[in-house]
């Protein structure tokens, strides 16, 4: 992929995940998340991973932050955009990050792991969706099943809590 | 009192509801290809054909001044329809005939004669209050124009609707 | 001039010459033929005063919404209420860049990005486009705006279910998520809804017609209710909510959202032909490397199957009433939810127990 791009859906990347942090109104910042989203799936793609990138998308985007909107929406956060700056706090939190983002690079910096170029891939053009559906079903097939259960679980304890709630 | 309206049961059939969708689609597609096959009978293209020749007698159109065969306003300016005209569309200005004239005996002639057609109803009662039969309900329908001023009628647009009269009132001729 | 440079001009050939001057066209014809085939129906005649049987009227509307003042209310979220109409128009759009709308011209395949995971692509933009219009309902700042953004919100994602899990038969048939592929497998097999045509006396077609029958039946009418079609146009119900999202919208920002409603009906029927119809295939048609000329006859066959399912859309607007909010909600997630899972299972039998 040209580098262009990379860095334009990079920074794309950064700027709205930063905008979901700064932005006072709680709808603003879900939309830059989508955005944010967008900008991953982006990359995604530019390593040919589309089944990834398009997930990303799909899941996201299109069905996560939809019910996040909605909910903001119903609940109509007006006072969050009233509330005044906390500076303390705003100055206290921006330099953890900021420390936090220093060490992160730091550790990398020094291990000579970050330094190795990864050879390309074998073919550019694989059948990503079936390779991902083969190693799923196949060498990871235990995890998955019990992800699927502990996800069902949730989902009934949900139920249940959101019916007690309306007795 | 409260009336309980006991609701149908439906037999599973019924209650698919695809039975009841399909003869619905099929009864908007007979109507669509009777359309389209032109055998429905459809509402005249207005401005190309028009209902003029089936009028019938009594139609109300547009009130109009009419002259006798002498060529003169049979109006007299007794401005009893624009007292009776329900919105007042009429206004009427009197004048003097002068005594030299023909018709001095008639004394008084509408000097201007307005009918607001956007406030006419078209009611037909100018007509049945003249007691000179000098106005007179015309067939015009399309009456229209871009502006308020347009939709006034004033004397020489009702003359040229109403055109000349024959017979009914002739007292004038021979009251010299 | 190298391969770089060359790809990008026919992509942009073809992406100016698909969407501008044939889906935007067709757009606007798709609004004329909505008000002719719906004069019909009910015993009118419709539009028949610009031109000839009033076949200009969509430039007449053109002019129309580009002439009316554009009004922006004083209590609405301005950056977003201008965003909202944007939203709307482009996933319609977009969803197109992945389907073939022809087979070859000039040894040129006939569709703008081939990648492999086409349908995953167009369930991901089409899942984009509740954006437009719930972002419109919320920054218009009223009251029915608001309740049908989120109706239509609501709706999109319950409805967004059914439609995955309905093609999902289709690609265990087929085992890839390619479209090209897809209407590769049907000229050869068989359209999807005539699992059987390529090949009469094997059973394993007929039984397949079953599963693809409730697929298609599924698929068509979750599109139904994705693009907002009545009966299931409730976001815009204008019995109860005036114009649902789009009340606070005039002039060019209406005819956006107007248009993309449309748009979305065309790649909604483009993604119907590709998955179930056959594509740009007609039976005794050869495909594009035969001739320029049945490259062009290929692309005529896809938008005309388009403009046939385009007129059920109508047909169908202009038969049944809308329904119960409740009930739209009900059909969805306790009919058609299950009836697709049943049916993923029995199409995963079938092609098993007959080894497709
Ligand atoms: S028709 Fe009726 S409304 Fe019209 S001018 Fe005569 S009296 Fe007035
Ligand atoms: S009632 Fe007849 S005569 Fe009297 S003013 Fe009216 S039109 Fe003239």
Redesign the interface.
Known sequence: MPSFLFWLFAIVMLVFGALVVINRNPIASALSLVVCFLGLSALFMALDAFFIGIIQVLVYAGAVMVLFLFIIMLLDLRAEERRKMNWFAFVGGFLVALSLLVQILAVIGSTRMAKQTFPPLASPHADDVRNVGLVLFGNYNLPFQVIAVLILVATIGVIVLSKRQLR | MAITVPRPKLTWFERLYLPAIVAGMAITLQHFKNMLLGRTKVTMQYPEQKWDAQLPEHYRGAPALVKDEAGRIRCVACQLCEFICPPRAIKIEPGEIPVKDRFSKVEKYPREFDIDMIRCIFCGMCEEVCPEQAIFLRKDYAITGLTRAEMVHNKEKLLEIGGIMHGVVLKWNEKK | MNPTTSFVIISLLKIVGIVFLVILPMVSYAVYAERK?S???????GPNRVGPAGLFQPIADAMKFLLKEDFTPAHVNKF?YWLAPCLAMVPAITTIAVVPFGSTLFGVPMVIAD???GV??V???A??G??GI??AG?ASNSKYP?LG??RS??Q??SY?LSLGLAVVPIFLLI???RLTEVVRYQIDHGWMVFPFAGDWKNPAGWLLAVPMWISFAVFAIAVFAETNRLPFDLPEAETELVGGYHTEYSSMKFALFFLGEYAAMITGSAIIVTLFLGGWHFPGVPDGSHGWIFGLINIFVFFAKIAALLFIFI??R???PRFRYDQLMRLGWVFFFEIALVNIFLAAAIITFFDR
């Open positions: 085939v004069a019909l129906i009910q015993d009118r005649l977003y990648i492999n995971v995953l692509f369930f991901a933009i899942s984009l509740v954006y719930v972002i919320w608001f953004g989120v919100g609501s999109m994602i967004e085992g890839n998520l047909w169908v202009f038969t049944l």
